[in-house]
């Protein structure tokens, strides 16, 4: 009890105003280097920056397996499950690898987050409509083309439990429409830290388990593939996922 109650006490004294004033300079940080047509940098240091240093704040030890399963210089479709809010910092931070963020369109609302998130070319996905989330899935395949990798979380929101849900298909037909390789991501651990519809942080340790890329040059074309393609990848995910998460 009393160990809780120090740390609420340093969350709120120390954690908070330290993680404003961090997200501010990074923001502003990643938009200025961008803007001067640094985004190849920018785009991904300030926020990898940002992100290890949240974790380590928190007091959230990180263990990360399977980075020897990415090749420098090749483009990905990066799969993950979604258990809390520090996702974002655990793949970010850790990942060792620049990306481009898929995005709910709502996070673009957050003051100065959402204007460098844009300046640093993340895709914002917009299911209003069908045109709309067709328009969100070309964006997100022009950054591949220009070489870039993207991280999506294909069941679209977290979890309200720590297990997963079904896979949306977009990051799917990203990756079968430009052929490229999907590498499936199992994250355990921040829903532990910080899980949905709760204020209520406390310290955990957190895994990130980097899976072989996942060819998609034999997944046949149309809804049957992608749902092989969605469906390989959920059991891959699934299969490291501590017993506590699993269905």
Same mark, same amino acid.
């Given at each position: 009890?009393?160990?809780?109650?120090?740390?609420?006490?340093?969350?709120? +004294?120390?954690?908070?105003?330290?993680?404003?004033?961090?997200? +501010?300079?990074?923001?502003?940080?990643?938009?200025?280097?961008?803007?001067?047509?640094?985004?190849?940098?920018?785009?991904?240091?300030?926020?990898?920056?940002?992100?290890?240093?949240?974790?380590?704040?928190?007091?959230?030890?990180?263990?990360?397996?399977?980075?020897?399963?990415?090749k420098a210089g090749?483009?990905?479709?990066?799969?993950?499950?979604?258990?809390?809010?520090?996702?974002?910092?655990?793949?970010?931070?850790?990942?060792?690898?620049?990306?481009?963020?898929?995005?709910?369109?709502?996070?673009?609302?957050?003051?100065?987050?959402?204007?460098?998130?844009?300046?640093?070319?993340?895709?914002?996905?917009?299911?209003?409509?069908?045109?709309?989330?067709?328009?969100?899935?070309?964006?997100?395949?022009?950054?591949? !083309?220009?070489?870039?990798?993207?991280?999506?979380?294909?069941?679209?929101?977290?979890?309200? =439990?720590?297990?997963?849900?079904?896979?949306?298909?977009?990051?799917?037909?990203?990756?079968?429409?430009?052929?490229?390789?999907?590498?499936?991501?199992?994250?355990?651990?921040?829903? !532990?830290?910080?899980?949905?519809?709760?204020?209520?942080?406390?310290?955990?340790?957190?895994?990130?388990?980097?899976?072989?890329?996942?060819? =998609?040059?034999?997944?046949?074309?149309?809804? !049957?593939? +992608?749902?092989?393609?969605?469906?390989? =990848?959920? +059991?891959?995910?699934?299969?490291?996922?501590?017993?506590?998460f699993r269905t």
């Open positions: 009890m009393m160990i809780r109650t120090l740390y609420v006490l340093y969350l709120w +004294l120390f954690f908070t105003p330290a993680f404003l004033i961090l997200t +501010l300079i990074t923001a502003l940080t990643t938009m200025t280097g961008c803007l001067l047509g640094g985004e190849r940098v920018f785009s991904y240091y300030p926020g990898m920056l940002w992100s290890r240093i949240t974790c380590y704040l928190a007091f959230c030890p990180v263990k990360v397996q399977g980075r020897e399963n990415i090749q483009s990905y479709v990066f799969v993950s499950n979604h258990q809390g809010s520090f996702d974002i910092f655990l793949i970010y931070g850790f990942l060792g690898t620049p990306v481009k963020w898929v995005m709910k369109a709502g996070l673009q609302k957050i003051p100065f987050v959402g204007t460098a998130c844009r300046a640093a070319g993340f895709i914002f996905v917009d299911r209003s409509t069908l045109q709309a989330a067709a328009r969100s899935v070309s964006d997100a395949e022009r950054a591949l !083309k220009k070489g870039a990798s993207v991280a999506v979380f294909p069941e679209g929101s977290r979890t309200h =439990t720590g297990k997963m849900s079904g896979f949306k298909k977009g990051a799917f037909h990203m990756a079968t429409d430009l052929r490229l390789p999907v590498v499936p991501i199992t994250l355990n651990g921040p829903y !532990k830290v910080l899980p949905i519809d709760s204020f209520k942080m406390r310290p955990h340790r957190m895994e990130m388990v980097i899976h072989p890329p996942v060819t =998609t040059e034999d997944i046949e074309p149309g809804h !049957k593939g +992608l749902q092989q393609l969605a469906g390989q =990848t959920h +059991l891959i995910i699934s299969s490291a996922l501590w017993e506590e």
